[in-house]
């Protein structure tokens, strides 16, 4: 435990805050991060808190090595594709590999998941139509277009496809095309609750917060967040969907929704362990200290794209010195 003692400033000697914050930065615990950000889960916000935390810590991230946001574009991860060999932190968009356990072999490793279809529905509305092809149709990115495209996609076989962005995208992102191969809907899923430390749950976002805080030993000032990429230009909702496509849909992405559904059960085990009256005191005062977050603060409102710059410039400036 850090305590800060209070000291009157006409007594508090330049040299003597130099110390303190050297102090404080000694005895804070060391944090390795790595963070498998997903698409369409809300994982921009947990990226803007990860690369605060990083810039307040002074700690290092494996930033892209080419332009973009992503490590290693539509490839699982490879050691090349970072701009760095040393680096504390990983959390920009990638596929998995087994190379992460070479990179950042005692991180803490976190990711999220979405409600398969609520996912799906908000990938389709975001993307470029022609992510989603329609077979004899023009995609509208509305909800007959949603509709077709789930009923041109079902598979009559016993094995789904993982397609990045379409078909099981989650999956995709965690890298599990390969074992899919091997591994039944349920093995790939308690896989993934084994392997990370904790999938946190887009619709349960603030209880996987505080178990993250819990996880790294943070405080709330660490894990305050404004809600970011927000799709604006969303026409129609999951719950707008037909039953039978909805159906149509759980099938294509079923290994998805098995990830999902034991991602969701674990997190619900881990809030139990917490204590639900503890957690719901603890999300309240938590929403309570979002309220107030200084409004001002340019890094809570940083694009993905001019974090990363901002991270590229500073890491760079620190090598050079």
């Known amino acids: 435990m850090i305590i800060f003692i209070a000291l009157e400033e006409s007594n508090f000697a330049e040299d003597d805050q ?14 390795t991060i790595y963070f498998l950000k997903t698409h369409k889960t809300g994982s921009s916000t947990l990226f803007n808190i990860i690369y605060r935390l990083a810039i307040n810590r002074d700690l290092r991230i494996g930033l892209p090595k080419n332009e973009g946001n992503y490590i290693c574009k539509h490839q699982p991860f490879k050691k090349d594709c970072t701009n760095d060999k040393n680096y504390d932190i990983i959390a920009n968009h990638h596929v998995w590999s087994p190379v992460i356990e070479q990179v950042l072999p005692r991180a803490t490793k976190i ?13 389709f509305q975001y993307f470029p ?73 887009t619709e349960h976002f603030d209880e996987s917060l505080i ?41 294509m992405d079923k290994i998805d929704n098995a990830l ?15 204590g639900f009256d503890n957690m719901e005191q603890e999300k309240q ?28 410039n500073r890491q760079k400036q620190h090598r050079n010195q």
């Open 129 to 201: 139509a022609h992510i989603f092809p329609i077979n004899g149709f023009r995609n509208y990115k509305n909800l007959e277009s949603f509709e077709k495209f789930i009923q041109n996609s079902i598979s009559s076989a016993g094995k789904v496809a993982i397609r990045e962005n379409t078909h099981n995208p989650m999956a995709f992102d965690l890298g599990l095309s390969g074992m899919y191969r091997d591994k039944s809907e349920k093995e790939l899923a308690d896989w993934l609750v084994d392997y990370y430390d904790l999938v946190m749950i």
């Open 111 to 123: 990711t999220i998941l979405r409600e398969p279809l609520s996912q799906l529905v908000s990938a």
């Open 285 to 312: 005062a938590f929403r309570v200290y979002c309220e107030h977050i200084d409004q001002a603060d340019r890094l809570f409102h940083l694009s993905e794209m001019e974090f990363i710059n901002l991270m590229r």
């Open 211 to 251: 178990l993250v805080k819990e996880l790294l030993s943070l405080e709330f000032s660490d894990i305050a967040y404004l809600k970011s990429n927000e799709n604006s230009k969303k026409t129609f909702q999951s719950s707008d969907v037909s039953e039978k496509t909805k159906k149509q849909a759980y099938a």
């Open 260 to 274: 999902y559904k034991k991602a969701n059960e674990t997190l619900w085990q881990k809030i139990e362990s917490y």
């Open 18 to 31: 130099k110390y303190v914050e050297e102090r404080i930065k000694r005895e804070r615990p060391n944090i």
